[in-house]
């Protein structure tokens, strides 16, 4: 048999099997998600499935390990401008770009339904939380700090998918760095 025929199959039953998780994390937390239902969904049956992944776990972290690496790869095809934008603001923009292509996508991955580790890397990939940790506090106060920072970032991305993308991720980004810069109090008081 061609290699490539059966490449190609592949792939398409682990697209058919990442849309189906991907729409039920819309309504359903991965550990609620059986492979009986993923399957059905995919219109695969569970040998095939069991072919690929241990569990729909197993999916969601090669999804997951994917769309970082996508992400990765797409904030370093970007041209970081010089005298531009501040750089976190130009990685974030990008990270948005990327995330606004893939809405729905990126709804369940920054879903509550999914898992919190991802959501941080993916806020670490753009630089913006690490960045502010330059300051002077205890280490446990910074551990408090970025967890604020990271739940705050998550939650204003997830507004913004929920809401249609409609603002542009420049727009976005800049409006994160302020929250994260200045707080509530950046645009109450200016």
Known sequence: MNPSKTDRRVR??????????VSLLQHQHISSIS???LCELADINRSTFYTHYRDPADLLSQIEAEVYENMRRHVEKQ??????????????TSILEYAKEN?????????????FAF??????????ISSRNNFE??????????TFSIAGCVSLFQEWLKDGAVESPESIAGMTLRFM??????????
């Open 12 to 21: 398409y039953t682990k697209k058919l099997l990442s849309d189906a998780l």
């Open 35 to 37: 492979v009986k239902e």
């Open 79 to 92: 041209v970081l401008k010089e005298g531009a934008l501040p750089v976190s603001q130009q990685m974030l």
């Open 103 to 115: 809405v729905e996508l990126f709804k369940a991955l920054l879903s509550e339904n999914c898992d």
């Open 119 to 128: 959501q941080k890397d993916i806020l670490e990939l753009s630089e913006i």
């Open 137 to 146: 506090v205890d280490t446990k106060v910074k551990a408090y700090l970025r």
């Open 181 to 190: 810069q200045k707080g509530v109090a950046g645009f109450l008081y200016d």
